[in-house]
């Protein structure tokens, strides 16, 4: 698949960014090395002149970026969805470094869409977001202060991209084997897990109210086998199955 072609099933996603100058940050970094997908969730000031003019030569990165209310519509067609996360949180998620980052997004990137989060300037992702992720991406900075400046960690991310397309093209390295099904977008992820959660309810075999950490155990075990659509399509003929027999 051409260069162009990859490079467009990259999204770098800003999830409620505070600052307008970071989004024109982003979007420098993005031109500069080789991605033009922007997706904006919520900016919290934007359109804004200040993105404008921190994005001084990437202006069509800024003009073609979409605008949409939530997580969930920025990534609904994306089979790979990587968060970034400025320190370890409460339950481990599968993770890779920067440089497996870019090298697995460019590998998949020939075969479906994939939507790398980046977070809030005060306070990152939410924990909601960051389990809908198949991995985490730290960048390991100095731990007594691990937050980087946001268009600062875009940059670092989109660089490990670009690398990892120039050792593609030199020939080292490989291409992804060819599954036999496309694998599963986000949006059917998510009606799964709505399934799922209903099911489990009608069953009680969980309570709603005190879910605990159910849902999350069993998003990441869901995500980190990265399904088919066929094989979501299975499971959820298993549910309704299952649903009818109960009701
Ligand atoms: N206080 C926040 C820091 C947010 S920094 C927190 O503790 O989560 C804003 C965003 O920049 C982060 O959400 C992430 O997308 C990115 N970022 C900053 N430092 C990073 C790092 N070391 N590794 C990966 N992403 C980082």
Redesign the pocket.
């Known amino acids: 698949m051409p260069t162009a072609a990859r490079q467009a099933n990259i999204k770098i996603v800003l999830?409620n960014t505070a600052h307008p100058g970071n989004i024109g940050g982003a979007a420098r970094a993005m031109k500069n090395m080789g991605l033009a997908e922007l997706c904006l969730v919520e900016p919290r000031e934007y359109p804004a002149p200040r993105a404008v003019w921190r994005s001084a030569g990437a202006r069509d990165i800024l003009s073609n970026a979409t605008v949409v209310g939530s997580v969930d519509e920025a990534i609904a067609d994306c089979s790979l969805v990587v968060?970034?996360?400025?320190?370890e949180r409460r339950i481990p998620w599968p993770l890779v470094n920067?440089r497996e980052c870019g090298e697995k997004i460019w590998q998949e990137a020939e075969h479906h869409k994939i939507a790398l989060?980046?977070?809030?300037?005060?306070?990152?992702?939410t924990n909601d977001e960051l389990q809908k992720c198949h991995y985490h991406?730290?960048?390991?900075?100095n731990p007594e202060y691990?937050?980087?400046?946001?268009a600062?960690?875009?940059q670092?991310?989109a660089y490990e991209i670009r690398m990892a397309s120039l050792a593609y093209e030199n020939g080292a390295l490989p291409e992804l084997s060819q599954w036999d099904q496309p694998l599963a977008t986000s949006e059917d992820l998510e009606h799964f897990h709505t399934h799922l959660s209903e099911t489990m309810a009608t069953l009680n075999f969980y309570d709603p109210d005190n879910p605990k950490q159910l849902l999350t155990r069993l998003r990441r075990l869901f995500n980190r086998t990265r399904m088919d659509e066929m094989e979501v399509s299975i499971l959820r003929g298993l549910l309704s199955a299952v649903q009818r027999k109960i009701k």
């Not at 989060?117 to 992702?125: A, M, S, T």
């Not at 991406?137 to 900075?141: A, F, G, L, T, Y």
């Not at 691990?146 to 946001?150: G, Q, T, V």
């Open positions: 999830v968060g970034t996360s400025a320190r920067p989060l980046f977070g809030r300037e005060d306070r990152g992702l991406v730290h960048i390991p900075s691990s937050s980087l400046n946001l600062t960690a875009v670092v991310l």
